[in-house]
T-cell receptor
Framework: ETGVTQSPTHLIKTRGQQVTLRCSSQ?????VSWYQQALGQGPQFIFQ???????GRGNFPPRFSGLQFPNYSSELNVNALELDDSALYLC?????????????FGSGTRLTVV | EDKVVQSPLSLVVHEGDTVTLNCSYE??????LLWYKQEKKAPTFLFML????IEKKSGRLSSILDKKELFSILNITATQTGDSAVYLC???????????FGKGTRLSVIA
């Protein structure tokens, strides 16, 4: 059973709308990352937060933004949704640097933009 | 640009077969390679490989890293239908950077 929980599990939005996805990290984990996984593709890195500060960002436009809270939970916000934003959004948490401890993934939020 | 390439992209085998999944990488300041199994949504961790030539095993699964030739393999022996999943390979470098994933190998095990 995964210690990382994401909500909602499924979401349908209309093009141009805004969406907020939520993630509760595994207990004790202070690093959270978000990934976008399109159908048939591997996860693509969006950004990472460590102790409430963004410390890495992938090749995604500014309309993808995030937050990490003092309890290390996190949000991913996407503005001006486009059809290509339809994907599985995965949150992953770790303690410290991922290179040493790896990630624990949540079950994801399936976003459909119509 | 860092990249990870997995092959084959899909594979269909019969129960009891042995399979080998491949992962090659080009990553600046490479540190570790990770394997994940993704059945429906959440990728679940299988192995983290940092040292070359040291095999890691977990039941019927095993994996090894070759840092000279920049690849890793994941072996599954005596496959079962429950092994059907997408297997993801990801690399991480020595900086504080995220995982770079391959596209995955979709394994289907039929009875």
């Amino acid at each position: 059973e995964t210690g990382v929980t994401q909500s909602p599990t499924h979401l349908i939005k209309t093009r141009g709308q805004q969406v907020t996805l939520r993630c509760s990290s595994q207990s004790g984990h202070n690093t959270v990352s978000w990934y976008q996984q399109a159908l048939g593709q591997g996860p693509q890195f969006i950004f990472q937060y460590y102790r409430e500060e963004e410390n890495g960002r992938g090749n995604f436009p500014p309309r993808f933004s995030g937050l990490q809270f003092p309890n290390y939970s996190s949000e991913l916000n996407v503005n001006a949704l486009e059809l290509d934003d339809s994907a599985l959004y995965l949150c992953a948490s770790s303690w410290g640097q991922v290179r040493d401890y790896g990630y624990t993934f949540g079950s994801g939020t399936r976003l459909t933009v119509v | 640009e860092d990249k990870v390439v997995q092959s084959p992209l899909s594979l269909v085998v019969h129960e009891g077969d042995t399979v080998t999944l491949n992962c090659s990488y080009e990553v600046t300041n490479f540190r570790s390679l990770l394997w994940y199994k993704q059945e429906k949504k959440a990728p679940t961790f299988l192995f983290m490989l940092t040292s070359s030539g040291i095999e890691k095993k977990s039941g019927r699964l095993s994996s090894i890293l070759d840092k000279k030739e920049l690849f890793s393999i994941l072996n599954i022996t005596a496959t079962q239908t429950g092994d059907s999943a997408v297997y993801l390979c990801a690399a991480v470098n020595s900086g504080n950077t995220p995982l770079v994933f391959g596209k995955g190998t979709r394994l289907s095990v039929i009875a």
